[in-house]
T-cell receptor
Framework: NAGVTQTPKFQVLKTGQSMTLQCAQD?????MSWYRQDPGMGLRLIHY???????DQGEVPNGYNVSRSTTEDFPLRLLSAAPSQTSVYFC?????????????FGPGTRLLVL | AQSVTQLDSHVSVSEGTPVLLRCNYSSSYSPSLFWYVQHPNKGLQLLLK??????LVKGINGFEAEFKKSETSFHLTKPSAHMSDAAEYFC?????????????FGTGTRLLVSP
């Protein structure tokens, strides 16, 4: 198993550009989520999905869009990048309805918006 | 709302001395609690998790944590620090009553280990 994979590892954008951060998992996990990590703030939930076709907002959803057309993939779209979206983004996955199950994290995508 | 407070942003220890990273939680329900570790430029790795079957939880790499309901605490400890323990540690809570894991992270504690 490759686990949770994220691409790209690093990206530089100009303000106003759009892009998609890719996340994929091969563990047949129903639950997938996106977090952003900023210094001194821990990780904050952006969006999550409990299964294909179902998504919902987390704590900081503004400026981001998600979709879940397959169980394996959960892309995060930045519609119009802003410097405030400079961050490290982590994707995570786990089985649904198993609150004690380990949640697996990807290696992260470091995004710089100029 | 569920939350965790990590009481120290940085903790410095010498190699071979004990480690204590403090975490207090706030939850209306019986929570699930976790400690994750993040080494520099790496993803997050689960250290241990509280399953409500035992108040003292043992994790990987010699770490353990004790759930104290009366103090609403879940402090992480290790008897003897190793240089490889230098990393950032996150205390995490997820409410038991949700059907899925909406993890709520603390702000993190950076552990520095000196020779």
């Amino acid at each position: 198993n490759a686990g949770v994979t994220q691409t790209p590892k690093f990206q530089v954008l100009k303000t106003g550009q759009s892009m998609t951060l890719q996340c994929a998992q091969d563990m047949n996990h129903e639950y997938m989520s996106w977090y952003r990590q900023d210094p001194g703030m821990g990780l904050r939930l952006i969006h999550y999905s409990v299964g294909a076709g179902i998504t919902d907002q987390g704590e900081v959803p503004n400026g981001y869009n998600v979709s879940r057309s397959t169980t394996e993939d959960f892309p995060l779209r930045l519609l119009s990048a802003a410097p405030s979206q400079t961050s490290v983004y982590f994707c995570a996955s786990s089985y649904r309805d198993r609150p004690l199950e380990t949640q697996y994290f990807g290696p992260g995508t470091r995004l710089l918006v100029l | 709302a569920q939350s965790v407070t990590q009481l120290d942003s940085h903790v410095s220890v010498s190699e071979g001395t004990p480690v204590l990273l403090r975490c207090n939680y706030s939850s209306s329900y019986s929570p699930s609690l976790f400690w994750y570790v993040q080494h520099p430029n790496k993803g997050l790795q689960l250290l241990l998790k509280y399953t409500s079957t035992a108040t003292l939880v043992k994790g990987i790499n010699g770490f353990e944590a004790e759930f104290k309901k009366s103090e609403t605490s879940f402090h992480l400890t290790k008897p003897s620090a190793h240089m490889s323990d230098a990393a950032e540690y996150f205390c995490v809570v997820t409410p038991w009553n949700t059907g899925f894991q909406k993890l709520v992270f603390g702000t993190g504690t950076r552990l520095l280990v000196s020779p």
